[in-house]
């Protein structure tokens, strides 16, 4: 596609439950990024896929958080057990292998934790 | 821990103004970036500075990195209410950016 996209664009869910967001990023994109943006805050780095290298998961908050990446294609981030402070837009970027290259942005998944 | 603070945090000024956003941290990175963002969209590009003391303009923007490579500035001339949004800097750190804390600007006609 033309653009990175997310899915679903909003999701409302119970305290509790597990959640799977998905990316599909721009096709020749070897580079993916998770990012959390709470409300009317910066972007705090989750995770960072680079080919076939092991995942840079430094970011992830707990171990409730987890994502995976199949080649340089989809991605999905899983959260396990939801709690409300996980509410949040979870944005996911792409770019060719990063020196100094942007980012491309989806337009995120606002998560809401009921 | 790298941490990129910007300021002011909020900004309302009105059409025509001119106006100044930091970007510092107590990192060198190896390169800085600007973003934009509206409500309900994902960070927009503007620009990205590579070289200690690089300036770069994009119509009534100038972008700044510092010598040391450890801030940057955006200054906007003659504000428009188009200008209105949250803007980001960022620092290349290793193979991820680091993005700022965020200013929020508010143009009024």
């Known amino acids: 596609g033309a653009g990175v996209s997310q899915s679903p664009s909003n999701k409302v869910t119970e305290k509790g439950k597990d959640v799977e967001l998905r990316c599909d990023p721009i096709s020749g994109h070897t580079a993916l990024y998770w990012y959390r943006q709470r409300l009317g805050q910066g972007l705090e780095f989750l995770i960072y896929f680079q080919g076939n290298s092991a995942p840079d998961k430094s970011g992830l908050p707990s171990d409730r958080f987890s994502a995976e990446r199949t080649g340089e294609s989809v991605s999905t981030l899983t959260i396990q057990r939801t709690q409300q402070e996980d509410s949040a837009v979870y944005l996911c970027?792409?770019?060719?292998?990063?020196?100094?290259?942007?980012?491309?942005f989806g337009s995120g998944t606002r998560l809401t934790v009921v | 821990t790298q941490l990129l603070k910007q300021s002011p945090q909020f900004l309302s000024i009105q059409e025509g103004e001119n106006l100044t956003v930091y970007c510092n941290s107590s990192s060198v990175f190896s390169s800085l970036q600007w973003y934009r963002q509206e409500p309900g969209e994902g960070p927009v590009l503007l620009v990205t500075v590579v070289t200690g003391g690089e300036v770069k303009k994009l119509k009534r923007l100038t972008f700044q990195f510092g010598d040391a490579r450890k801030d940057s500035s955006l200054h906007i001339t003659a504000a428009q209410p188009g200008d209105t949004g949250l803007y980001l800097c960022a620092g290349g750190y290793t193979d991820k950016l680091i993005f700022g804390t965020g200013t929020r600007l508010q143009v009024f006609p």
């Open positions: 970027a792409s770019s060719l292998v990063y020196r100094g290259q942007g980012y491309t």
